[in-house]
């Protein structure tokens, strides 16, 4: 089979499926993930955990944490400048499990990454 090439994929089938990649891949099982919508109205699916106790017990900081982890080499991508909002509520507490704040599995999170240099927000 061939891999997924897109630089926003987790490896796994629900990821190619959601994204609309092409590509199919072997990983099974129950993946939690959520879509985050960011820079340049960009989806990039983001994989959290395995199992339903660990989903319940993440925190807003764990998924920032992620998100840093796939942006790479792009301006602002310190886990202070990224801002997540979910429904019409901005997520503030970084201790809050996600749960706390209703996201559930594929929910999809808009992001905003604050600019240190004066200039607006993304």
């Given at each position: 089979?061939?891999?997924?090439?897109?630089?926003f994929?987790?490896?796994?089938?629900?990821?190619?499926?959601?994204s609309?990649?092409?590509?199919?891949?072997?990983t099974?099982?129950?993946i939690?993930?959520?879509?985050?919508?960011?820079l340049?109205?960009?989806?990039?699916?983001?994989?959290?955990?395995d199992?339903?106790?660990?989903?319940?017990a993440?925190?807003?900081?764990?998924?920032?944490?992620?998100?840093?982890?796939?942006?790479?080499?792009?301006?602002?991508?310190s886990?202070?400048?990224?801002?997540?909002?979910?429904?019409?509520?901005?997520?503030?507490?970084d201790?809050?499990?996600?749960?706390?704040?209703?996201?559930?599995?594929?929910?999809?999170?808009?992001?905003?990454?604050?600019?240190?240099?004066?200039?607006?927000?993304?």
């Amino acid at each position: 089979m061939e891999k997924c090439t897109s630089q926003f994929h987790i490896g796994c089938r629900r990821c190619c499926s959601l994204s609309g990649h092409s590509a199919s891949c072997d990983t099974m099982g129950k993946i939690y993930l959520f879509i985050v919508i960011g820079l340049n109205r960009e989806n990039m699916t983001i994989d959290l955990c395995d199992t339903e106790e660990q989903m319940k017990a993440m925190t807003l900081l764990q998924l920032k944490k992620k998100i840093c982890e796939r942006l790479p080499g792009r301006a602002g991508n310190s886990i202070d400048n990224i801002r997540l909002i979910y429904a019409t509520s901005v997520l503030l507490d970084d201790e809050m499990t996600l749960g706390s704040y209703g996201v559930q599995h594929k929910s999809v999170i808009h992001m905003e990454i604050r600019k240190t240099d004066g200039d607006q927000t993304t």
